[in-house]
């Protein structure tokens, strides 16, 4: 906003006095002097705006220099490292496991719950795992969903257990809940791929010990010389044992179907 006309015969600390005090000078004289041919400096900042600095020799002791205003580009840089920083806060603080994986396959990235579920390292797996080549993935037939991922489907895994030791590293064996999804670009392009699991393992433990507790108490009902039946809460039949039939005469299959079953 300033007429040309304005600065000409003037000093650099005449013509811009909020930056009489700016290393300009300092360039400018050391340009003069031969002692360099030219000066560029980056990302600096004069009053409330922020330039890169271009400053050269035009002839013996006259210098030129240019300012690039990159303040917008900057704040934009900023703001886009403060979102990263936040997203990166809330990945590392979830208590969801959480992976990040590049194009190949290799992981890339994990957070804190990933440590804790399989009782590992990052450096253990990190830049050493790759998904889309690992055996076990093939054998648990996961390889299919991981590759739908990689063209760009957000896939929900059936529940599964693995067991880090038989890829080569270390841990424990869980049970997962898992779902694999892709990161894209503006242009849909998929820069990675995310991986989350959530150990489902206590409560596949928890339905294996009732399904045994359940058979076991089903294998005694079956011998037992007394008539025993299972009803539910609103009195329908759920299961019968083959005493019925030696003390009622009915089979289990007439008492299923008796509507009103004593």
């Given at each position: ?209 009732l399904r045994r507790s359940e058979g076991q108490k089903r294998a005694i009902a079956d011998y037992t010389y007394d008539w025993e ?34």
């Amino acid at each position: 906003g300033i007429d040309n006309q304005q600065l000409i015969d003037k000093t650099i600390s005449e013509a811009f006095p909020e930056i009489a005090d700016a290393d300009i000078q300092d360039d400018f004289y050391a340009i003069a002097t031969g002692e360099k041919v030219s000066v560029n400096k980056y990302g600096i900042t004069y009053g409330d705006r922020i330039y890169d600095k271009y400053n050269f020799q035009v002839q013996d002791g006259m210098m030129a220099s240019t300012f690039l205003d990159i303040t917008e580009r900057k704040r934009t840089e900023n703001s886009l490292e403060d979102s990263e920083r936040r997203y990166s806060s809330l990945v590392d603080q979830s208590p969801i496991a959480y992976e990040v994986y590049d194009a190949d396959g290799v992981q890339l990235r994990v957070n804190k719950a990933y440590e804790d579920l399989w009782g590992m390292k990052v450096e253990d797996s990190v830049g050493i795992f790759n998904v889309r080549t690992d055996p076990q993935v093939e054998l648990l037939g996961l390889k299919p969903f991981v590759e739908r991922a990689y063209t760009g489907e957000t896939v929900k895994l059936p529940e599964y257990e693995w067991d880090p030791g038989k890829s080569g590293f270390p841990g424990r064996a869980r049970w997962l809940s898992t779902r694999i999804y892709p990161l894209k670009d503006k242009s849909d392009n998929i820069l990675n791929v995310v991986i989350t699991h959530e150990d489902v393992t206590e409560r596949k433990q928890a339905e294996d010990a009732l399904r045994r507790s359940e058979g076991q108490k089903r294998a005694i009902a079956d011998y037992t010389y007394d008539w025993e039946s299972w009803l539910a809460l609103d009195g329908e039949l759920l299961w019968v044992n083959p005493a019925v039939e030696k003390l009622t005469g009915f089979s289990i299959t007439e008492c299923e179907n008796m509507p009103n079953f004593p």
